[in-house]
Structure formats: C-alpha cells, structure tokens
C-alpha cells in the first residue's frame, strides 16, 4: 500500500506572459545537478493554446522557485499542421547525445470538439534548444486507431524503445448532443525511438460502466516490476480524475491496484475537486510525486513523498 503526503503547492501560472497566461499542466522533471532540477510544463496562452516551459528549483526547499522561463521551449505549429491548437509535452529522454522530447500536439475540429497525435522534438544542446522532427506525428492514425493518440511515456531497454500512451476508442453523443471521449492506455514499440511498430495492444481496460477516459500514464521498471501510474475518469458518483495504479510483469499485461494509490483529493483547495497527471521522480533515497489539481493544471501543480509501499 503506497501512502503519500502531500507536502503542498509548488507552482500556479498568473498571467506570467502572453504565451504563460494560465495552466501548468502534466508536470515532469530533469535533473540538472546534485539538487537542481528542471520541472517542465505545460503552458496556455491568451487564446488557450498550450507552450512547453520550465522552472528551475533545489530539492533541499523545493517550493521556492530558483528561475522561471522566460521563452517557451517550444510553441504551437503553423495553422494546418497537426499541432496548430498546442504543444504539450510529457517527457524528455536521454539518448545518447540527444535529448528527445515527446509531445502531443493538438488541434481543433469541427464535427468533434479536438483531435491530439503524439510528436517528437530533439535537442543536442542540454535540452535548451528543441527542434520538432517532423511536421507530422511520429504516431498517427491508422485503420486500428482512428481517433485520438497522445500522453506518450516512453522508456529504453533491452535495445527496445517501449512507448505507453492513451487512443482513443470512440466518440459519443451524450447528454444535448454533446461528446464524451472515450480513450484507454496501449503500448508500441520501436527500435530508434521515431518508427513505432507492434502498437496499439490494449494496457489498461475500463473497469466498469462509468468509465470512459485515460491520461498521462507514467511507467517505472524495478525489481523485476513495470509500475504504472496514471490518471482516470470516471466513477458512479466521481466525474473528475483521481490517480491511478498498476503493475505488469512484462509491461503488456497489467493488473490494476488503483485502490493501493493512498492519495486523493483534499477536503479544500487547489487540489479539492481533481488529483490528475501525476509523474514519479527520486532523489536522495526518497520518491517524488508532481501531480496537477482543479481544472486540468489551472491550480498548478503540487509535490507529494512517498511514506510507505
């Protein structure tokens, strides 16, 4: 049983800068030096199009903010391109001499409300400097998956990129005509980290009626175990994301133990109505966890440690 303790608010965007206006969603971090890392964001403007940015802070008082960006890392594509509505990233791996950032990168529609494929992006500079790799997602859609792709994590291992991310299943008309988004956790894999192959196998599965979405899943592969953490929506009574959990013997087939989490909402608060999008660190023999509150990231984001497991 995992028990975490919140240990409260790291970051909230206040109309920082016209790209930085609101939101700091699906936080993650790079270490940088002994204490120093580099917790990376995503950001919206004015117009609500999500920017990748940063600040820095020292693990030793984690709430006091060293440096903020001052630029984003990387911005929404020219109109028509798959990520002409926002960039969101969601990791930054080392290979290498590189950097690869994975992304989604969104786009409004028309007959549904929004479509998101995953990107890359690729630094040689100690990811100051990121270029996008193609104009078009490295994971599209295809006859298997039509609909929505995104949320990628990705880990390197055995010589094999191995990628989990969510795609969706359906679109449904719900109440008044609108769309509910239905989207579930599969996993892909490929040998240089841009061609995927062997995707779309089936991770995480609704569990029951109410159900209906998935995000951000982030893996982690020790003692002989994959552990996954993500988020989901909904329950019979709960229509808002709580963290989830589960675990694999080799990556593909997971057995689910959301109720071992040991995390929920607050009673009040910037994290009262919503715990979502969390991302697992370590540092000094302790286990971090970043996570988003209320409305997706508009409350910013906030630190846990683990107490026990």
Same mark, same amino acid.
């Given at each position: 049983m995992q028990v975490w303790k919140k240990l409260g608010k790291i970051f909230e965007v206040n109309k920082n800068y016209d790209w930085m206006y609101s939101h700091a969603s699906c936080p993650f971090v790079?270490?940088?030096?002994?204490?120093?890392?580099?917790?990376?964001?995503?950001t919206r403007d004015r117009r609500g199009f999500s920017h990748g940015a940063w600040i820095d802070?020292?693990?030793?008082?984690?709430f006091k903010i060293l440096a903020i960006s001052e630029r984003p890392i990387i911005v929404p594509d020219e109109p028509g391109y798959f990520g002409d509505a926002g960039i969101v990233p969601f990791q930054i791996l080392?290979?290498?001499?590189?950097?690869?950032?994975?992304?989604?990168?969104?786009?409004?529609?028309?007959?549904? &409300?929004?479509?998101?494929?995953?990107?890359?992006?690729?630094?040689?500079d100690n990811f100051d400097n990121f270029k996008k790799y193609s104009n078009v997602p490295i994971l599209d859609r295809t006859h298997e998956e039509p609909f929505l792709?995104?949320? &990628? +994590?990705?880990?390197?291992e055995d010589y094999i990129y191995k990628m989990w991310y969510i795609s969706g299943d359906k679109w449904e008309i719900c109440f008044e005509n609108n769309l509910k988004h239905?989207?579930?956790?599969?996993?892909a894999e490929s040998k240089d980290g841009i061609y995927w192959y062997k995707r779309g196998i089936k991770c995480i599965k609704y569990e029951n009626e109410f159900e209906y979405a998935f995000?951000?899943?982030?893996?982690?592969h020790e003692k002989c175990v994959y552990k996954m953490w993500y988020s989901f929506r909904a329950q019979k009574d709960i229509d808002t994301y709580r963290i989830g959990y589960a675990e694999s013997n080799d990556g593909i087939n997971w057995t689910r133990k959301d109720d071992e989490v040991g995390m929920d909402v607050s009673e009040t608060g +910037?994290?009262?109505?919503?715990i979502c999008y969390p991302f697992i660190f370590d540092h000094k023999g302790k286990r971090y966890m970043l996570y988003n509150g209320?409305?997706?990231?508009?409350?910013g984001f906030g630190l846990a440690v683990l107490e026990e497991e």
């Open positions: 790079f270490q940088i030096d002994n204490n120093k890392f580099r917790i990376f964001f995503s802070v020292d693990m030793r008082q984690p080392k290979t290498k001499n590189k950097y690869f950032m994975y992304y989604s990168g969104w786009t409004l529609k028309k007959t549904v &409300p929004f479509d998101f494929y995953i990107g890359l992006a690729i630094s040689t792709i995104g949320a &990628p +994590w990705v880990i390197f239905y989207y579930s956790i599969k996993y995000a951000r899943p982030m893996v982690i +910037w994290d009262s109505e919503m209320n409305g997706y990231g508009k409350t």
